[in-house]
Antibody, heavy 123, light 108 residues
């Protein structure tokens, strides 16, 4: 059974870089057709897609965050990572990693999620 | 970018009620529409994909319909465990996706 687990610091200072890793277990991150994504949820607010990566390394970012986001993949460790630079209090959120998976007919959905990790931006 | 708008933002209902939540896309997305359920402190759970296909393991009281720009999620008979927040999400531009703002379903 595929599982995703986020890890990283729970507290980041303003102007610094937030770094998180998602470890995939029970399956290979190199499986074709899947995208691996990051989504965040500020306290009391809705879901925001941050970006996604294909195992080959192709990346896709939310235009509103693109200048500050880098997503990378390490297939040897079965992990993918998020870096968000120049953080402010507005980046305080629960950060989730998830798999974007196609149905037989090619419709994608986020079918497996990590439990989420809370990141607070504060000095 | 494709914008997703849900209505209502919140909804009060009783166990056994039939409930409908709507989602509108800013442009036609065919049937590339997913619905998620999120309970407090938990990750979202995929309920419906391709507008009307039930994800494995999801109870049949959940159903989805629509195409183009207008979509609905219907719960035919609310159960206590259904009180949660529901999000629509377009997958038309996968992997670049957007979510609706959410609909909070509360107990009346």
């Amino acid at each position: 059974q595929l599982q995703l687990q986020e890890s990283g610091p729970g507290l980041v200072k303003p102007s610094e870089t937030l770094s998180l890793t998602c470890t995939v277990s029970g399956g290979s991150i190199s499986s074709s057709s899947y995208y691996w994504g990051w989504i965040r949820q500020p306290p009391g607010k809705g879901l925001e897609w941050i970006g996604s990566i294909y195992y080959s390394g192709s990346t896709y970012y939310n235009p509103s965050l693109k200048s500050r986001v880098t997503i990378s993949v390490d297939t040897s460790k079965n992990q993918f990572s998020l870096k968000l630079s120049s953080v402010t209090a507005a980046d305080t959120a629960v950060y989730y990693c998830a798999r974007q998976s196609p149905s037989v007919a090619g419709y994608y959905g986020m079918d497996v999620w990590g439990q989420g990790t809370t990141v607070t931006v504060s000095s | 970018d494709i914008q997703m708008t849900q209505s209502p933002s919140s909804l009060s209902a009783s166990v056994g009620d039939r409930v409908t939540i709507t989602c509108r896309a800013s442009q036609s997305i065919s049937s590339y529409l997913n619905w998620y359920q999120q309970k407090p402190g938990k990750a979202p759970k995929l309920l419906i994909y391709a507008a009307s296909s039930l994800q494995s393991g999801v109870p049949s009281r959940f159903s989805g319909s629509g195409s183009g720009t207008d979509f609905t999620l219907t719960i035919s008979s609310l159960q206590p465990e259904d009180f949660a927040t529901y999000y629509c999400q377009q997958s038309y531009s996968t992997p670049k996706i957007t979510f609706g703002q959410g609909t909070r379903l509360e107990i009346k």
